[in-house]
């Protein structure tokens, strides 16, 4: 029987991924649709994509797939012809990372999930592929205007606290899953308005709008290819720039500056910041807002505690630290991935994404947060299960 998993240690991946002498292609996808038998369609990609060569993290379901990829670029047309010969993934739209270096995946994860990105319903509870109507970035600003408009976040607090649309609704959610039944709530009595659905990439968006319409709402619409094409379509057809601070991104960076707002505050002393860390205490890694002045006073730990932690084991762990946090990196880039985080593609696409990004100011002057000392990990204005933060920055 093939081997169908990678056995090799990623040592040896990484060195071998650096030998190649021909360069790779960085791409994503995903798409809804209905799969039969997961576990044939699985093994048939892994099969044929290891043949050629292709490296990255996949997850398929019942529901569809969605893909991060790396594909050697002299196997790009045997890849493409034969991605769209597999039933249902006909003309599926490939994301290129352009300039990218391709190094972004060492090895092939194709594995099954119950959901592309984990929103706690049930299988079959509604048609998924009844999305709404998708919107290009001009579209989108146009619609916004539209009476009675309401532009709803469809991220996790922690991302719409550094950047969102102007008077975007931001729930309060922790998690995609928590976020559903919130919006369909805050919506009540709206079902006739014209709702604009956004996330990072635009894979939420498909689930969400889907779900809105089975809840009886007759105007959802979606920000196609969601924030990061959003800004892509504003700076290459000189559009107007209507979302305010930092798209939030999985990656080293946490995010790319879209506009010059500082919309957060540091979690620890309240002046106006947005850079998301994670405790430098890797047992704790807790994902909050610390100014630089925090961050030295605190090594980069959210808490006393953590830094107390950190100091105490610091030497004794420098041995196998490299270890230790690649394995955390990887194990939240695959959290992310579940939550429809890093819908769009790997580390480095964003990574050059940013490199590229030229701030685009606005005319509007930087809001400057109002300084207040809140409770770990949770944003002022937040802490409230299912209140709307509707946003006027200043
Ligand atoms: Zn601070
Ligand atoms: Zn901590």
Known sequence: MTVLHNKVSRQLLRERLMKEDFRRVTLSFYRYFYVDDVQALRDALYIKWSALGCLGRIYVAREGINAQMSVPEH??????????????LQQVPLKIAVEDDGRSFI????????????????????DVTNVGTHLTAEEFNQAMDLPGAVVVDMRNHYESEVGRFEGAVCPDADTFRDELPMVAQILEGKEEQPVLLYCTGGIRCEKASAYLRHKGFSQVHQLHGGIIDYVRQV????????????????????????????LAACHQCGQACDEHVNCANTACHHLFIQCSTCRVALSGCCSTECQAIMEAHQAGQAEQGGQAEQAMHDGQAEQAMRDGQAEQGGQAMHDRQAEQAQPSPSNQPSSVAQPTVYRKGRPPGRTEAAAPHAVHPA
């Open 75 to 88: 196997e790009m047309e045997a890849f493409t012809a034969h991605l769209h010969a597999v039933d249902g």
């Open 107 to 126: 090895k092939l994860n194709v594995k099954i999930r119950p959901k592309l990105v984990a929103d706690g319903l049930a299988d079959g509870s509604f």
């Open 235 to 262: 700076r290459t057809q000189n559009l107007t720039n209507r979302f305010l601070g930092k798209n939030f991104v999985f990656d080293d960076r946490m995010g790319e500056r879209i506009s010059e707002h500082i």
